[in-house]
């Protein structure tokens, strides 16, 4: 069964630096979503990306934060500089179409910023 | 989105139906029911959704009633794999494309 992956599994980067977490989505897929997860809290949405294209963000996406897809396999969020706070699992998901379609998530990447 | 409301925590023993509910009395008609899980912290699993008919796959049931202001999720015979938060999320079928998870119900299977 396809599912979609991420990597690295563990990231452990000093304040200040820029990480990249990558994702492979699903391969027929074309919408593809980051979320986080802070511990113990609830997971929430960063962005939403189609066409080449954010099409939507929160609040907690800001100019740190991009998301590009350089291939046409791979998804990847960039932290530009990276903060204590931002210290979380990042989701990565895909999905085949917006409205009803499912979201398929992945294992997550976790980033521990020190 | 409408909102959901889910007791914080269930018990259920192993090899028994595991029912949980979901209140969101303020679905509109566009709005379908989502059900996800995270177990430990891996990665949101999804697991079924449904509009106003119930539905069932090999994971679990969906109820959902006449007035679509609640649903309940069923897994007929619970294993200690299946512990873990479930989240029932409320949808509009076009527009917002986000998944937006409340706190969830941590469902304990007990051996």
């Known amino acids: 069964e396809p599912e979609v992956t991420q990597t690295p599994s563990h990231q452990v980067t000093q304040m200040g630096q820029e990480v990249i977490l990558r994702c492979v989505p699903i391969?027929?897929?074309?919408?593809f979503y980051w979320y986080r997860q802070i511990l113990g809290q609830k997971v929430e949405f960063l962005v939403s990306?189609?066409?080449?294209?954010?099409?939507?963000k929160s609040e907690i996406f800001d100019d740190q934060f991009s998301v590009e897809r350089p291939d046409g396999s791979n998804f990847t969020l960039k932290i530009r500089s990276t903060k204590l706070e931002d210290s979380a699992m990042y989701f990565c998901?895909?999905?085949?179409?917006?409205?009803?379609?499912?979201?398929?998530f992945g294992p997550g990447t976790r980033l521990l910023v020190l | 989105d409408a909102k959901t409301t889910q007791p914080t925590s269930m018990d259920c023993a192993e090899g028994r139906a595991a029912n949980l509910p979901c209140n969101h009395s303020?679905?509109?008609?566009?709005?379908?029911v989502y059900w996800y899980r995270q177990i430990h912290s891996q990665g949101p699993q999804y697991i079924i959704h449904?509009?106003?008919n119930n539905e069932t796959n090999e994971m679990a049931s969906l109820i959902i009633t006449e007035d679509r202001k609640s649903s309940t999720l069923i897994l007929p015979h619970a294993t200690l794999r299946d512990t873990a938060v479930y989240y029932c999320?409320?949808?509009?079928?076009?527009?917002?494309?986000?998944?937006?998870f409340g706190q969830g119900t941590r469902l304990t299977i007990n051996p």
């Open positions: 990306f189609y066409n080449n294209e954010i099409s939507e």
């Open positions: 391969s027929n897929h074309l919408y």
């Open positions: 998901a895909s999905s085949t179409g917006a409205g009803q379609e499912t979201q398929y």
């Open positions: 999320i409320v949808r509009v079928v076009q527009g917002a494309q986000k998944l937006v």
């Open positions: 449904g509009l106003k």
């Open positions: 303020t679905i509109s008609g566009n709005e379908y």
